[in-house]
């Protein structure tokens, strides 16, 4: 086993100050003393325990409460995931390392990225739910979307809550020990009872964590519902067959089942299908591109979603001239559809 030093010299006697250097990130990425060749795996694991021992930035609990005040004054909802064990997340991702962890890059503490959360939903809704979940199904499209255009509810990353975990230091040294590393590496050997393990260490996370969506009331409900089963059941991460990832959403209970939670029993609203006989009334994209505003009466404002809009494949621009209709679906709430201006309905 060869071992090569990674630092530059006037580097080679730097040593951490866990409350001074506050960004795990950078250390990972930036200060690994050493290399190992392949067989010094288990190397590794007096510079990850540095890592999980350094000490989350007194600038953050002021980012993450100014950044949870502006998502829930645009109207986003925001409910708390608490980790049940560890997670693994971003475990597999490309690293100098022999493993990796997701962190925030500005501020080096574990997040779960939107994407993830917006994948694990999904694919339980596939697999787990009724036949409106599959993917051609209507549920599934509105709340998800497909290639070609955008669901209605949109998946935030789920930053770190600041002291949710022991001490402030949400990062654990934790091992996955390989118990026959010669017949993994297709050395030819078969697995043997003589065989000698290779711990290889790895950073896993503990806490809690912001869940962020939004979009329409009934759908992020719908949204949550999925993520608190599959979160539960399934887990998001690495190692879930192993009982990572598992993590309970608040306001949902312990004992929850997927009769009392599963969004196929929840009643999903009727919308009406849009017709040359509505009243259009012209109106203009706003600067934000998330209302249309009356031509002839500007304080009349609504909002609108793009699984509304007409033609499927029309993004409407800011400031751009469109035609609106305002309907109300099954349960009486206000739809608004916007169509590309001169767009010929088919009835």
């Known amino acids: 086993m060869a071992t090569t030093h990674s630092r530059r010299k006037n580097l080679s006697d730097l040593m951490l100050n866990p409350e001074t250097h506050p960004h795990v990130g950078l250390w990972l990425d930036k200060f690994l003393p050493k290399q190992e060749s392949q067989g010094g795996e288990g190397a590794y694991g007096e510079f990850f325990g540095e890592a999980a021992n350094i000490a989350i930035s007194s600038d953050y609990r002021s980012f993450f409460n100014a950044w949870k005040q502006a998502l829930e004054k645009d109207g986003v909802i925001t409910k708390e995931a608490k980790a049940l064990g560890r997670l693994a997340i971003g475990l597999g991702a490309e690293s100098v390392l022999e493993t990796n962890i997701t962190i925030h890059r500005t501020y080096g503490v574990p997040y779960i990225p939107g994407s ?7 694919r339980y809704a596939r697999l787990r739910l009724g036949d409106e979940w599959k993917v051609d199904g209507e549920a599934y499209q509105t709340l998800f979307g497909d290639t070609s255009t955008g669901g209605s509810v949109i998946f935030f990353d789920a930053l770190y809550v600041p002291g949710s975990a022991k001490n402030n230091k949400p990062l654990l040294i934790d091992v996955i020990t390989v118990h026959h590393p010669a017949y993994y590496q297709g050395a030819g050997s078969p697995p043997a009872d003589w065989d000698s393990p290779t711990p290889v260490p790895f950073l896993s996370v503990t806490g809690s ?17 999925i993520l608190a089963l599959a979160l539960r059941e399934e887990g998001i991460g690495a190692k879930t067959n192993s009982g990572y990832g598992r993590m309970r959403i608040a306001d949902f209970s312990r004992d929850s089942s997927p009769q009392t939670l599963s969004p196929t029993v929840a009643h999903i ?7 040359r006989q509505w009243i259009w009334r012209k109106g203009t994209i706003s600067s934000d591109g998330k209302y249309v505003i009356d031509r002839e009466d500007r304080s009349k404002k609504y909002r609108f979603h793009q699984r509304h809009v007409l033609p499927k494949s029309y993004t409407p621009g800011r400031k751009q001239e469109v035609e609106y ?16 201006k001169y767009h010929m309905l088919k009835e």
Do not use: C, M, R
């Open 116 to 122: 993830a959360l917006k994948g694990l939903a999904a």
């Open 209 to 225: 964590f912001l869940v962020a969506l939004y979009g329409p009331d009934e759908w992020v409900n719908a949204a949550f519902q």
């Open 269 to 275: 609203p009727t919308e009406k299908k849009p017709s």
């Open 325 to 340: 209709a305002v309907q109300e679906d099954s349960e009486g709430h206000v739809v608004v559809w916007v169509k590309k």
